[in-house]
Nanobody, 121 residues
């Protein structure tokens, strides 16, 4: 069994910063990509950013230059540093982890429960 848990959401003013964290635990053989998605009220879940096991990153255009993803492979954690936050960044942020539970397993997607980020003055 695998658990993915996010933390760090909250309320912040426009222009402010927040840092989200996510940890994967349980039956883990290897972790591939780790990333973040978000879902605003009334909208579909959208991609925010991803980091590969080798450290390569990719971001949605809407957050490039403002958000930074980092990971600790030894701890199976991923963080999302969010700077210069805008009203439109308000959403529930979900951690996504692609991992294998055993050497024979294929890579599967696991999701956290989500953490609320609210940007408001």
């Amino acid at each position: 069994q695998v658990h993915v848990v996010e933390s760090g959401g909250g309320l912040v003013q426009p222009g402010g910063s927040l840092r989200l964290s996510c940890v994967a635990s349980g039956s883990i053989f290897s972790v591939d990509a780790m990333g973040w998605y978000r879902q605003a009220p009334g909208k579909q879940r959208e991609f925010v950013g991803v980091i590969t096991s080798g450290g390569g990153t990719n971001y949605a255009d809407s957050v490039k230059g403002r958000f930074t993803i980092s990971r600790d492979n030894a701890e199976n954690t991923v963080e999302l540093q969010m700077n210069s936050l805008k009203l439109e960044d308000t959403a529930v942020y979900y951690c996504n982890v692609k991992l294998r539970s055993s050497w024979a397993d294929r890579s599967r997607d696991y999701w956290g429960q989500g953490t609320q980020v609210t940007v408001s003055s």
